[in-house]
Structure formats: structure tokens, C-alpha cells
């Protein structure tokens, strides 16, 4: 089974930027779909990003134009690079696999997920 750890999350000021990074053990890598979610205090879990295995990519709406997703298959590693971050977006986020190499925008399709890194953004 993939394990998935998330890292670079933290504090960081309203308008700032963050990078996270998730870095999946195995050999497969290439070969899977990833997607980054999020979930803050008493809300439900809600899909940032996703990349398929041939580098497609799609995004939540309220994310499009600000963040970007990227995957280095040589490192085993998929990126979420956040920018212009807000105070709402304080929350766990977390990374997830589709072994089939697809995204989808609900969480119940993926696979195997990470332990999340936290984000918290002040104004």
C-alpha cells in the first residue's frame, strides 16, 4: 500500500503564498492520479486540485487562477503551489491517490490518503 506524506504547510499571512508538497513511496507513481482536498474545522472535506497520470489537471472553483497543482514523477512527489491565500482557507489539506491514474472531485474515489499537513493563513 502507498504511503503518502504531506509537508511545507504552516502560517502564513492573508495574500501570501505556501507550497506543499506530498511524496508517495513505491514505484507506481507515475501510474497514479492524485488529488489535493481540504477540510477546515467543522466542514466537510472539499476538493483544491487533481492531476492524472498523464498530467491533466483540474481545479475547485474557488482555487482556479491561484493555485497549481504539478507533479515530478522522478521524485515521487506532487505539488500544490497556493498563492493570493485567504483567511478562509485555513484547513487540513491533504493528498490522495487513484490508483487508476484518474481524478475525480469527490474523496470516497480515491484510493489511499496521507496524514494532511495543516495551513493556516491570518489576516
Known amino acids: 500500500q502507498v504511503q503518502l506524506v504531506e509537508s511545507g504547510g504552516g502560517l502564513v499571512q492573508a495574500g501570501g503564498s505556501l507550497r506543499l508538497s506530498c511524496t508517495a513511496s513505491g514505484r507506481s507513481f507515475s501510474t497514479y492520479g492524485l488529488g489535493w482536498f481540504r477540510q477546515a474545522p467543522l466542514k466537510g472535506r472539499e476538493f483544491v486540485a487533481g492531476?492524472?497520470?498523464?498530467?491533466?489537471?483540474g481545479y475547485g472553483d474557488s482555487v482556479k487562477g491561484r493555485f497549481t497543482i504539478s507533479r515530478d514523477n522522478g521524485k515521487n512527489t506532487v505539488y500544490l503551489q497556493m498563492t493570493s491565500l485567504k483567511p478562509e482557507e485555513t484547513a487540513i489539506y491533504y493528498c490522495a491517490v487513484v490508483y487508476s491514474g484518474a481524478i475525480y472531485y469527490f474523496g470516497s474515489s480515491y484510493d489511499h490518503w496521507g496524514q494532511g499537513t495543516q495551513v493556516t493563513v491570518s489576516s
Open positions: 492531476i492524472t497520470s498523464d498530467g491533466s489537471t
